[in-house]
């Protein structure tokens, strides 16, 4: 005998899966890295990401919008009439069941007849009203009894399922027997909660209540509190339902509500729930309203569950603001979410979630010294290999591929090799590399046959001849005209490309990235990132050049290599007292003291490219007279592409005439 298993598969739906690839966070950082560039603080940079989204997933602001559109559909869509229209129902037909039996009972008496079909002419317009005159009614219709038995159950149901969700579909065609059982349950629940108010509960006492009623309860409340804040939150969306209808249709229904399984017992102990809900949850919602406008009619049970999810919607609001203290996408609730928007929603904040995280928790985000949140080092080395690859493309692109005889920052190779050193770009022996490891093995004791471990020791590099290492100044342009011209973020995104690149490739060279506007500052990439667009005006080209002829004298062995992007005429030159002195148009001594600084550059070899950034013809004029004092270039970029002129002309610099190929974006 063999026993088959049947396996049965569906949707993964116990949280994250499981087997999701791991959150893709270069988007996101190359987005916060450019809104940062552009000016904002790397925490308004990721809120502004994660307000925006991805490529593939809606950001807050989306998700926002759909909250809302769901919440204007709901209110548009129903009205709070249902119940009353059914009762309506029942009752016409309870009384044309009558009228159909009386007309055919010729048993009858006439005068009973008469006054019972008066009785039925003359009730209320009011359909509370006439239920409740029909109370004491002897119905001569088995079918009109019966209907009009069905309005004290339906009624029942429907105050039962505004406080217990599920309890209009569960107790249909309930029995006697199960309608004591929720009268037994009503009370055994307010003695708790009148104990637990009270301060006088325990957990015994919610244990034995749950083993004996816990059938009504779906939600499965695994303590006292969470039972609470269940039924208030339903209880509190009944009153809201309530005080959403209109005044004839709220006294309609409280009239009404005495008929309830034909029991003010019942009205009473709902009362008494209530009462207690309110005094133990005091901060739910309890006197707000909702207008709804729509046509399709809501029973209580139905309406209570719609202003809850009209409640939720308006907590999934008020999370996806982010707007409140201490606030984080944690708190976001994915199951809430899930529910009112679908499962999609709710994997994009999840994913939200988890970005924001690791951009925290992984090291792309750390604090300084005052507390705010900078890019670290390790999200500005992934930046920077990000933008030196755009850059090797346009490049590639511009110009071709290039002859790979000196890739990398190695000369000519000699033919003879050395043991490898820290910060070592030449490619590796591998002969004498795997040699070495064989000896070190066998005089281990070991078998190379078994297979061979390399040690760092056992490494040697190709030895090449020696080449000229360069001392670059970039100089960049921080006028305001080159944030008001969009010029801002293409020149930080050059300079970290252009660092990326000489602390990877060629690490025997020296970067110095100095900005100038109304003074000039030397600074570290870290800072030039976050630098904001400054308002104050000057191109102190000046200041600029006499911190570049420091930072040469500074690496006098080094080649020295000049970068400047401008988009302007120097403005403003640096006084002897160490002010800055400014004036537009640019003024003559400006001009004089600028060009005398440049020549000294030039007198000390220094190879210089200047980036002119814009069409102004007086500009032009001034930046090829600079050029051609020192035997310069001048390079005129469109503003997308000044990366790659500029990595272009430090790679040029660099091997002076040779051939160089892409493999230093690698």
Same mark, same amino acid.
């Given at each position: 005998?063999?026993?088959?298993?049947?396996?049965?598969?569906?949707?993964?739906?116990?949280?994250?899966?499981?087997?999701?690839?791991?959150?893709?966070?270069?988007?996101?950082?190359?987005?916060?890295?450019?809104?940062?560039?552009?000016?904002?603080?790397?925490?308004?940079?990721?809120?502004?990401?994660?307000?925006?989204?991805?490529?593939?997933?809606?950001?807050?602001?989306?998700?926002? @919008?759909?909250?809302?559109?769901?919440?204007?559909?709901?209110?548009?869509?129903?009205?709070?009439?249902? #119940?009353?229209?059914?009762?309506?129902?029942?009752?016409?037909?309870?009384?044309?069941?009558?009228?159909?039996?009386?007309?055919?009972?010729?048993?009858?008496?006439? #005068?009973?007849?008469?006054?019972?079909?008066?009785?039925?002419?003359?009730?209320?317009?009011?359909?509370?009203?006439?239920?409740?005159?029909?109370?004491?009614?002897?119905?001569?219709?088995?079918?009109?009894?019966?209907?009009?038995?069905?309005?004290?159950?339906?009624?029942?149901?429907?105050?039962?399922?505004?406080?217990?969700?599920?309890?209009?579909?569960?107790?249909?065609?309930?029995?006697?027997?199960?309608?004591?059982?929720?009268?037994?349950?009503?009370?055994?629940?307010?003695?708790?909660?009148?104990?637990?108010?009270?301060?006088?509960?325990?957990?015994?006492?919610?244990?034995?209540?749950?083993?004996?009623?816990?059938?009504?309860?779906?939600?499965?409340?695994?303590?006292?509190?969470?039972?609470?804040?269940?039924?208030?939150?339903?209880? /509190?969306?009944? $009153?809201?339902?309530?005080?959403?209808?209109?005044?004839?249709?709220?006294?309609?229904?409280?009239?009404?509500?005495?008929?309830?399984?034909?029991?003010?017992?019942?009205?009473?102990?709902?009362?008494?729930?209530?009462?207690?809900? $309110?005094?133990?949850?005091?901060?739910?919602?309890?006197?707000?309203?909702?207008?709804?406008?729509?046509?399709?009619?809501?029973?209580?049970?139905?309406?209570?569950?719609?202003?809850?999810?009209?409640?939720?919607?308006?907590?999934?609001?008020?999370?996806?603001?982010?707007?409140?203290?201490?606030?984080?996408?944690?708190?976001?609730?994915?199951?809430?979410?899930?529910?009112?928007?679908?499962?999609?929603?709710?994997?994009?904040?999840?994913?939200?979630?988890?970005?924001?995280?690791?951009?925290?928790?992984?090291?792309?985000?750390?604090?300084? /010294?005052?507390?705010?949140?900078?890019?670290?080092?390790?999200?500005?080395? @992934?930046?920077? @290999?990000?933008?030196?690859?755009?850059?090797?493309?346009?490049?590639?692109?511009?110009?071709?591929?290039?002859?790979?005889?000196?890739?990398?920052?190695?000369?000519?190779?000699?033919?003879?090799?050395?043991?490898?050193?820290?910060?070592?770009?030449?490619?590796?022996?591998?002969?004498?590399?795997?040699?070495?490891?064989?000896?070190?093995?066998?005089?281990?004791?070991?078998?190379?046959?078994?297979?061979?471990?390399?040690?760092?020791?056992?490494?040697?590099?190709?030895?090449?001849?020696?080449?000229?290492?360069?001392?670059?100044?970039?100089?960049?342009?921080?006028?305001?005209?080159?944030?008001?011209?969009?010029?801002?973020?293409?020149?930080?995104?050059?300079?970290?490309?252009?660092?990326?690149?000489?602390?990877?490739?060629?690490?025997?060279?020296?970067?110095?990235?100095?900005?100038?506007?109304?003074?000039?500052?030397?600074?570290?990439?870290?800072?030039?990132?976050?630098?904001?667009?400054?308002?104050?005006?000057?191109?102190?080209?000046?200041?600029?050049?006499?911190?570049?002829?420091?930072?040469?004298?500074?690496?006098?062995?080094?080649?020295?290599?000049?970068?400047?992007?401008?988009?302007?005429?120097?403005?403003?030159?640096?006084?002897?007292?160490?002010?800055?002195?400014?004036?537009?148009?640019?003024?003559?001594?400006?001009?004089?003291?600028?060009?005398?600084?440049?020549?000294?550059?030039?007198?000390?070899?220094?190879?210089?490219?200047?980036?002119?950034?814009?069409?102004?013809?007086?500009?032009?004029?001034?930046? $090829?007279?600079?050029?051609?004092?020192?035997?310069?270039?001048?390079?005129?970029?469109?503003?997308?592409?000044?990366?790659?002129?500029?990595?272009?002309?430090?790679?040029?610099?660099?091997? @002076?005439?040779?051939?160089?190929?892409?493999?230093?974006?690698?």
């Amino acid at each position: 005998m063999s026993v088959h298993h049947r396996s049965r598969y569906g949707r993964y739906a116990g949280g994250p899966d499981p087997l999701a690839p791991p959150v893709d966070l270069a988007e996101a950082l190359d987005a916060v890295a450019e809104d940062v560039m552009a000016g904002y603080s790397p925490r308004h940079a990721l809120q502004e990401y994660l307000r925006r989204g991805g490529r593939d997933r809606d950001g807050l602001d989306q998700l926002a @919008r759909r909250v809302q559109q769901r919440r204007k559909d709901l209110l548009g869509k129903h009205k709070l009439d249902g #119940t009353l229209n059914e009762v309506q129902k029942l009752l016409e037909t309870a009384v044309l069941e009558e009228r159909k039996q009386l007309a055919r009972d010729v048993r009858m008496d006439d #005068t009973d007849r008469a006054f019972r079909e008066m009785q039925l002419q003359n009730l209320p317009r009011s359909t509370a009203a006439a239920v409740n005159e029909l109370a004491s009614y002897d119905w001569q219709s088995s079918t009109a009894r019966e209907a009009y038995e069905q309005i004290k159950d339906l009624l029942g149901r429907e105050v039962l399922d505004q406080r217990f969700a599920g309890m209009k579909q569960a107790l249909e065609g309930a029995t006697d027997e199960d309608r004591a059982a929720v009268a037994q349950m009503l009370g055994d629940l307010n003695d708790l909660l009148d104990k637990h108010r009270r301060g006088e509960d325990t957990d015994a006492d919610f244990q034995e209540f749950m083993a004996k009623h816990g059938q009504f309860f779906p939600e499965n409340p695994q303590s006292v509190e969470e039972l609470i804040d269940a039924l208030a939150q339903r209880a /509190a969306a009944a $009153q809201r339902m309530l005080r959403s209808m209109s005044a004839e249709q709220r006294e309609e229904l409280m009239q009404l509500s005495a008929q309830a399984f034909g029991s003010p017992e019942l009205m009473a102990q709902l009362g008494q729930l209530d009462a207690n809900l $309110q005094a133990l949850r005091p901060g739910e919602d309890w006197s707000g309203s909702e207008r709804f406008e729509g046509e399709e009619g809501l029973g209580l049970g139905d309406g209570t569950g719609v202003l809850q999810d009209l409640a939720e919607l308006d907590e999934l609001a008020e999370q996806l603001s982010q707007s409140y203290n201490g606030s984080r996408l944690d708190d976001l609730d994915l199951e809430a979410l899930a529910r009112q928007l679908g499962q999609d929603a709710a994997v994009s904040a999840r994913t939200l979630a988890e970005i924001e995280k690791a951009m925290h928790d992984g090291g792309f985000l750390q604090r300084n /010294a005052d507390g705010d949140l900078k890019l670290s080092p390790q999200a500005m080395r @992934r930046l920077g @290999r990000s933008l030196l690859r755009d850059t090797a493309k346009q490049l590639s692109g511009r110009q071709g591929r290039r002859d790979t005889r000196v890739a990398g920052a190695a000369g000519e190779q000699t033919g003879s090799s050395r043991p490898w050193e820290f910060g070592d770009a030449e490619p590796w022996d591998v002969t004498r590399t795997i040699t070495n490891a064989i000896r070190r093995t066998i005089a281990d004791g070991g078998d190379p046959r078994r297979g061979l471990r390399l040690a760092v020791d056992d490494i040697e590099v190709t030895e090449t001849e020696a080449r000229t290492q360069a001392a670059v100044a970039l100089l960049v342009d921080v006028s305001f005209s080159m944030a008001a011209e969009g010029r801002w973020v293409p020149m930080k995104r050059t300079a970290l490309a252009l660092h990326h690149l000489v602390s990877t490739k060629f690490r025997g060279d020296r970067l110095q990235l100095i900005s100038f506007g109304r003074y000039g500052q030397s600074m570290d990439i870290g800072e030039l990132t976050a630098l904001p667009p400054f308002r104050e005006q000057g191109t102190n080209l000046h200041h600029g050049l006499l911190l570049a002829g420091r930072f040469f004298r500074q690496h006098p062995s080094m080649q020295p290599v000049l970068l400047v992007v401008t988009d302007g005429e120097p403005t403003a030159h640096l006084l002897a007292d160490g002010d800055s002195w400014f004036n537009y148009p640019p003024d003559a001594e400006t001009i004089r003291i600028t060009v005398a600084e440049l020549d000294r550059l030039g007198r000390a070899g220094v190879q210089a490219t200047f980036f002119r950034l814009g069409n102004d013809p007086g500009l032009e004029r001034f930046i $090829q007279k600079l050029a051609r004092r020192i035997d310069g270039r001048v390079v005129a970029p469109d503003t997308g592409d000044l990366g790659a002129a500029v990595v272009g002309e430090y790679l040029r610099a660099h091997f @002076r005439g040779r051939p160089f190929d892409d493999d230093w974006a690698g």
